[in-house]
């Protein structure tokens, strides 16, 4: 028996999701279809909102529903410390840890050549804009500590040194190759607490 079309669709779209092959998208999708109606409903409505409302914030680049997310306008962040991290799962690790009051700056991404990622895909030319603004004075790198966290530290941190920031690296209290998404907030809150000057 043929599968319907919009059937086949629905798992061709699943799979862009991450680690998800043929087997897993088919399985997914009959699980809706079979299993969970309301939940599929739920998933598409979602995923419908969430698209049509959510932006990056103009400050910290990460997601939000308004133009300065809640973070960035919050009077209680030290304004005067800027972290960069690859992701949004970063930041919110970052928070989770609590080791943390300042701002933040969200690459969406890292340097990878190879893959044809360069400056312009993880907006440093708006990261310079931010961190030169005025209210910056010390930028903190917390990359992940794999190839391409460490040459964006290192590229992001001359850019920045070169206009007179004050740059520093979180410690390597992380494994190497390890991304901040995965280690336990004890070690991440160290890590910042060690920083180092770069
Ligand atoms: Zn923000």
Redesign the pocket.
């Known amino acids: 028996m043929k599968t319907p079309s919009s059937l086949e669709e629905l798992i061709a779209a699943l799979r862009c999701l991450p680690g998800v092959g043929p087997r897993s998208a088919q399985r997914m999708a009959y699980h809706l279809l079979q299993r969970d109606r309301p939940g599929a409903e739920r998933l598409g409505a979602a995923l419908t909102r969430v698209l049509a409302k959510t932006r990056h914030?103009?400050?910290?680049?990460?997601f939000?529903e308004e133009s300065?997310?809640?973070?960035?306008?919050s009077p209680r962040r030290d304004a005067s410390v800027l972290c960069v991290v690859e992701s949004p799962g970063d930041l919110l690790m970052m928070e989770q840890a609590q080791c943390y009051q300042g701002?933040?700056f969200?690459l969406m991404g890292a340097l990878s050549p190879l893959d044809g990622v360069g400056p312009r895909d993880i907006h440093l030319d708006r990261l310079v804009k931010r961190a030169t603004d005025g209210s910056v004075k010390e930028v903190i790198l917390a990359t992940n500590f794999t190839v391409e966290g460490e040459a964006t530290a290192h590229y992001v941190g001359e850019l920045l040194r070169s206009r007179g920031l004050k740059v520093s690296r979180i410690a390597r209290g992380l494994p190497v190759g390890g991304e901040l998404e995965h280690v336990d907030s004890g070690t991440l809150a160290q890590a910042v607490v060690e920083r180092r000057e770069v």
Not at 57 to 62: A, G, I, L, P, Q
Not at 68 to 73: D, F, G
């Open positions: 914030c103009e400050k910290c680049n990460s939000s300065v997310c809640e973070l960035c306008r701002l933040y969200v």
